[in-house]
């Protein structure tokens, strides 16, 4: 017994030598309360229930380094995502969904390859513009910028460059070869449809960002190439070979202490919004997209505040050019966030989400199916984070 002890004590030794060489972290976010989403659509019920990740996503993960000399650094990271609701695994039950990526650091700069956040997302740690954007950053449900930010994703088979900082400048670069699974080989179309086509989903990035004193600055232009077929199932025509959605991103902040106001602009063409494909058949449908708001130190916790608006008119309707559809959503939002401690805090919010959708904007005769029951609703949401 005792030698088994000794053993034990040996290999914890070990373990932890080999730990603290390479400089490995164990840490995580459990993020849990209660939402309910009640529809202003006649017919539509109103749905309340335990919700997990509300302000982050509940996660553990492992992140590391591991100095090479000559200023060289080898750096990774495994991010599990789970539902803390049901003990699930998410990201469509990924093992490590947030993020997985490895890496060299070193004077020229950062080059990592793996899965992880798009540059103009919210998402780990490249995302550039979701967080910069709005005091709620990507978070509780349609309070955050993803209730009209496109292309927030994460994206498998990836490979992103950060350059160093130069006078509070740093630019980025991304590209996916295939955005959600395996890469496949190119298809020679003859023999099915006219045309070359590709299997694999693509998506490139350009970011630039500018930080100085409690100035943050972010810029992004990014092209997500969808394959022949992608939205096959979506009640669209699919997209032809190299039907492109482009989306530019500018967000802003400055802190002044006693507030600190928040901005973004979006520029689109394609995408996806609340389960709306922004297509006319293979067309990429253009669409703008902002928001404003704040957040200030009240009562030892932080009050928040924020407007967001999308809308796209470019649809047409089939049997008559003449009339073009209205695609519009309003958002606003309220919250509060209350620090126990710097590992735990308490939050509550609220978000009004108004939608319309029709051929016709004056007489509304023809609505945008699937497009008011998903976004005319209020969200309420309470709940309690720990950081490990």
């Not at 394959?227 to 190299?242: N, R, T, V």
């Not at 979006?266 to 996806?272: D, H, V």
């Not at 957040?295 to 407007?307: F, Q």
């Amino acid at each position: 017994m005792k030698k088994t002890l000794a053993a034990l004590a040996v290999l914890g030794a070990f373990s932890g030598a080999a730990f603290a060489q390479s400089n490995v972290q164990l840490y995580g976010i459990v993020d849990g309360g209660i939402r309910m989403v009640d529809s202003t659509v006649d017919g539509i019920n109103s749905v309340t229930g335990v919700q997990s990740g509300q302000q982050s996503g509940s996660r553990f993960g492992l992140k590391g380094s591991e100095q090479l000399g000559n200023g060289l650094k080898v750096v990774f990271q495994l991010e599990n995502g789970f539902d803390l609701d049901s003990g699930k695994l998410g990201n469509d039950s990924r093992l490590f969904g947030r993020e997985a990526r490895v890496g060299v650091e070193g004077a020229f700069g950062a080059v990592n390859v793996g899965r992880f956040g798009n540059l103009g997302s919210g998402n780990g740690t490249f995302g550039i513009i979701g967080g910069m954007a709005s005091p709620f950053g990507t978070s509780f449900a349609d309070a955050g910028t993803q209730g009209t930010l496109l292309l927030n994703d994460r994206f498998d088979n990836s490979v992103v460059y950060v350059s160093p900082k130069f006078a509070g400048f740093q630019a980025s670069a991304m590209y996916s070869f295939q955005t959600n699974g395996q890469e496949s080989a190119k298809i020679d179309g003859t023999t099915a449809k006219p045309g070359d086509t590709d299997k694999n989903n693509t998506y490139a990035g350009l970011g630039l960002t500018y930080a100085i004193g409690k100035l943050q600055t972010g810029l992004t232009y990014e092209q997500f190439t969808a394959s022949y077929g992608y939205l096959d199932g979506f009640d669209k025509d699919p997209i032809a070979e190299k039907n492109d959605t482009k989306v530019l991103k500018l967000a802003a902040n400055y802190d002044f202490g006693i507030v600190k106001p928040f901005a973004y602009y979006q520029r689109g063409e394609g995408g996806k919004l609340a389960d709306f494909n922004l297509y006319e058949g293979t067309e990429a449908i253009k669409s703008d997209a902002f928001s404003i708001g704040a957040s200030a130190p009240i009562m030892g916790g932080t009050l928040m505040a924020s407007y967001q608006w999308f809308k796209s008119d470019d649809f047409k309707k089939a049997t008559d050019d003449l009339n073009s559809v209205n695609v519009e959503r309003q958002i606003f939002a309220v919250g509060y966030d209350y620090p126990f401690s710097k590992r735990t805090n308490v939050y509550g919010v609220m978000s009004f989400s108004q939608g319309d959708g029709a051929w016709d904007k004056e007489t509304k005769a023809v609505h945008v199916t699937g497009w008011d029951a998903n976004v005319n609703r209020n969200v309420y949401e309470i709940g309690l984070r720990h950081k490990f």
